[in-house]
């Protein structure tokens, strides 16, 4: 069954378990021998107007080709996931609450794709064209002990670097204080003027209170 763009909009926003959007989550870093927030981080990719996509070398990224990864969530899912992994992963630096929105359609023209799940080995089967390996994503439910499965992420890959514009991007952020200090900063900067060119920001935390 096909729609038109307006009935796609319409059939997604009245299902709670789906979404329109596509969020890539950022994370605190060190840059130059110096650590940076991952409100820091996400003013810079802000400023530079460009996602760099991961490394298949230091990632999970399967193949020869770098991708910027994002989740197919709402935002309430990605609240419960990182809530998730923040209580069973402590001091594993995975992702932060803070990140980019961006439109799944947009994302979508720019060449973005719903991952595969699969055993990359059996998935290699049949994605037989190398360039496209970026897609694959490690599924295995076979022992019982060792389960691998990130589908609740429901992700999606953009194989290299996305460029994008500040008025189609939205701004997540975690908490109170990241809040302040995504303000702060921002204020701080005289070109870009990202508070008022960006479309739109959201607090996680409120979403679990």
Same mark, same amino acid.
């Given at each position: 069954?096909?729609? +038109?763009?307006?009935?796609?909009?319409?059939? %997604? $926003?009245?299902? +709670? /378990?789906?979404?329109? &959007?596509? #969020?890539?989550? $950022?994370? &605190?870093?060190?840059?130059?021998?110096?650590?940076? &927030?991952? #409100?820091? %981080?996400?003013?810079?990719?802000?400023?530079?107007?460009?996602?760099?996509?991961? *490394?298949?070398?230091?990632?999970?990224?399967?193949?020869?080709?770098?991708?910027?990864? @994002?989740? /197919?969530?709402?935002?309430?899912?990605?609240?419960?996931?990182?809530? @998730?992994?923040?209580?069973?992963?402590?001091?594993?630096? =995975?992702? &932060?609450?803070?990140?980019?929105?961006?439109?799944?359609?947009?994302?979508?023209?720019?060449?973005? =794709?719903?991952?595969?799940?699969?055993?990359? +080995?059996?998935?290699?089967?049949?994605? $037989?064209?190398?360039?496209?390996?970026? =897609?694959?994503?490690?599924?295995?439910?076979?022992?019982?002990?060792?389960? %691998?499965?990130?589908?609740?992420?429901?992700?999606? =890959?953009?194989?290299? /670097?996305?460029?994008? /514009?500040?008025?189609?991007?939205?701004?997540?952020?975690?908490?109170?204080?990241?809040?302040?200090? @995504?303000?702060?900063?921002?204020?701080?900067?005289?070109?870009? *003027?990202?508070?008022? *060119?960006?479309?739109?920001?959201? %607090?996680?935390?409120?979403?679990?209170?």
């Amino acid at each position: 069954m096909s729609y +038109s763009y307006d009935q796609w909009k319409e059939r %997604v $926003t009245q299902r +709670s /378990d789906l979404s329109s &959007s596509l #969020v890539h989550l $950022t994370r &605190s870093a060190t840059i130059e021998g110096k650590e940076h &927030s991952a #409100v820091d %981080v996400l003013i810079k990719i802000l400023k530079e107007g460009k996602l760099i996509g991961s *490394n298949p070398r230091k990632g999970f990224i399967t193949g020869n080709r770098s991708a910027v990864c @994002f989740q /197919d969530a709402p935002l309430s899912s990605i609240a419960e996931n990182i809530a @998730f992994e923040n209580k069973h992963y402590e001091g594993r630096n =995975r992702y &932060s609450g803070c990140g980019l929105i961006f439109s799944k359609y947009l994302v979508h023209a720019k060449g973005g =794709r719903p991952v595969i799940y699969d055993k990359p +080995s059996e998935a290699k089967k049949y994605i $037989t064209d190398q360039n496209e390996h970026w =897609r694959i994503v490690s599924f295995d439910l076979s022992n019982t002990k060792n389960m %691998v499965d990130w589908m609740h992420e429901r992700e999606w =890959r953009l194989p290299g /670097d996305m460029a994008f /514009d500040l008025k189609n991007t939205a701004v997540l952020i975690d908490k109170r204080d990241s809040y302040r200090e @995504f303000i702060a900063k921002c204020n701080e900067l005289k070109d870009p *003027n990202i508070l008022e *060119n960006i479309c739109g920001l959201v %607090v996680l935390a409120g979403l679990l209170m």
